[in-house]
């Protein structure tokens, strides 16, 4: 089967989308100069585990999320449902932190594709942000919508996150190397 041309047009829009530079560049120098120091940033990059930490991190607020649209479905889950939101929300920031470490060291082409992924991921977060409210001040109605949009919205922002990895081969080393790892100073 052939991949669909829509998407096809759409990646390739977001790679070759130059407006987006002068904003990438501002941001990298930001995340370049919060995360520190060095140690940290290896630790985000996920070199002690052998591969990057972002993708692992991710299937703990897309789980919460997940289950709590699958709770959602059922009667009498509000507080159960609320509390996955919550999860979700808050792992999510961890996960974005290893991602945005990730994302300052990639080229240009990739950092394009992961600025989009982290702008629609952000806006899932914040459905799920406002779902987690809606449903604490009890307006179940709105805060399973907000969560339901959020689901769409983030598995938009994972198609993107996928496209990076497997397409774009974001984060993948060419000898079997940890990517984004430093020689130690001497070597």
């Known amino acids: 089967m052939r991949e669909i041309r829509a998407l096809q047009s759409l990646t390739s829009a977001i790679e070759h989308a130059s407006v ?6 501002v941001d ?3 995340v370049k100069a919060l995360v520190q120091p060095d140690a940290l940033k290896q630790l985000l990059h996920g070199v002690p585990f052998g591969h990057p930490l972002h993708p692992l991190m991710v299937q703990v607020p897309l789980g919460a999320w997940l289950s709590s649209a699958l709770l959602d479905l059922l009667p009498g889950t509000h ?3 609320r509390t996955l939101v919550g999860v979700g929300v808050v792992s999510a920031g961890v996960a974005t932190t290893a991602g945005l470490t990730d994302w300052s060291e990639l080229d240009r082409e990739q950092q394009r594709t992961g600025y989009v992924h982290a702008v629609v991921n952000g806006t899932a977060m914040t459905l ?3 779902s987690w409210w809606q449903r604490k001040r009890g307006n179940h109605l709105r805060g399973k919508v907000l969560g339901m949009l959020g689901l769409v919205v983030v598995s938009g922002g994972g198609y993107l996150g996928g496209h990076l990895s497997y397409r774009q081969r974001a984060g993948v080393s060419e000898h079997g190397e940890v990517p984004f ?3 130690p100073v001497g070597a």
Not at 20 to 25: R, T, Y
């Open 20 to 25: 987006l530079d002068k904003l990438i560049d």
């Open 28 to 30: 990298v120098k930001a």
């Open 79 to 81: 507080r159960s449902s």
């Open 128 to 130: 799920y942000g406002l």
């Open 181 to 183: 790892e430093r020689p």
